[in-house]
C-alpha cells in the first residue's frame, strides 16, 4: 500500500494548512476535536487547500450525523472519527458519511463540495475517506470486525488515548501488542492503518510495522519547540 504522509493541524489557521499543501504533504488533518477553532472556521481552512493535491480529511469531535454530513458538504475529502469502539459504531460512521443506498446521508446540490451546484457529479456520487480511530482496549479488541466495516478505509491508532486506556484500566495487554494486533487487523482486511508520529526518527520503524498513514506531528507542537529551540539559543548565545 501507499504511504501517506501528512500531518495534524490544531492552530486552526487557513494560512498554517495552505502552507502545509504548499510544502507537499499527501494529506492534512484538520482538528476539530483537539483543535483551537470552530467548526464555523472550517470552511476556510478547507478554501486554503484548494488547487493543491493535499487532501483534506477532518477530524469530527464525536460521530454526529449532521457533523459529518456538514463537514463533507463544506468539501473534505475525508473524516476522521475519534473513539470507535465497536461494529455498531463504526457502521453508524459509514452511515452518516455515505449516501444512499449505502448511508442516509442527505443530498445537497448546491454545497460547496459540488461547487455549490457548478460541478454536480455526473454518476456515481464521490466516496468519502473514512479512518475509524482505535483508542481504547474495547477498540483493539474489536478492530479486526472494525476493519471489516465496508466503507471503513483506515483504523487509525490514538497513541495517547490507547496508552492512557490501557494504564487506567490496568489492562494486561501492553501498548506495543496493542498496536500489533490493530496493525494486523487492518491488514488481514486489506484497509489501511495510521497514527499519530511524534518524532520523525520513528517514521521509518513505524513504516516497518506496516502502517502507512502517518500524521508526523503537529502545527502546534512544531511551533512550540520551534519557540522553545530559538528561546534557548538565544538565552545561552
Not at 171 to 182: G, N
Request: charged share 20%; with cysteine; hydrophobic share 40%.
Amino acid at each position: 500500500m501507499k504511504t501517506h504522509i501528512g500531518t495534524f493541524l490544531s492552530i486552526g489557521s487557513p494560512a498554517v494548512t495552505e502552507l502545509a499543501a504548499e510544502c507537499g504533504y499527501d494529506w492534512v488533518l484538520i482538528d476539530l476535536e483537539h483543535g483551537c477553532e470552530s467548526e464555523a472556521a472550517l470552511p476556510n481552512q478547507l478554501r486554503a487547500l484548494r488547487g493543491s493535491q493535499t487532501l483534506g480529511i477532518v477530524r469530527v469531535s464525536a460521530p454526529h450525523p449532521d457533523l459529518i454530513s456538514r463537514v463533507l458538504d463544506w468539501g473534505a475529502d475525508g473524516i476522521m472519527i475519534p473513539h470507535v469502539n465497536t461494529v455498531a459504531e463504526a457502521q453508524h460512521c459509514v452511515d452518516s458519511a455515505y449516501y444512499p443506498p449505502r448511508g442516509h446521508r442527505g443530498v445537497s446540490r448546491t454545497v460547496r463540495a459540488y461547487g455549490y451546484g457548478m460541478r454536480v457529479p455526473a454518476g456515481e456520487m464521490p466516496k468519502p475517506i473514512i479512518l475509524a480511530q482505535i483508542e481504547t482496549a474495547e477498540g483493539v479488541a474489536n478492530a479486526s470486525q472494525i476493519a471489516a466495516v465496508e466503507g471503513i478505509d483506515a483504523l487509525f491508532i490514538g497513541p495517547a488515548d490507547l496508552s492512557y486506556d490501557l494504564k487506567a484500566r490496568n489492562s494486561p495487554r501492553s501498548y506495543d501488542e496493542c498496536l500489533s494486533t490493530v496493525v494486523k487487523a487492518a491488514k488481514d482486511q486489506g484497509k489501511g492503518c495510521g497514527i499519530l508520529v511524534r518524532h520523525a526518527d520513528d517514521k521509518e520503524q513505524i513504516k516497518a510495522l506496516g502502517l502507512n498513514w502517518l500524521a508526523m506531528d503537529s502545527d502546534l507542537s512544531l511551533v512550540r519547540e520551534g519557540f522553545k529551540r530559538n528561546l534557548a539559543i538565544a538565552q545561552n548565545g
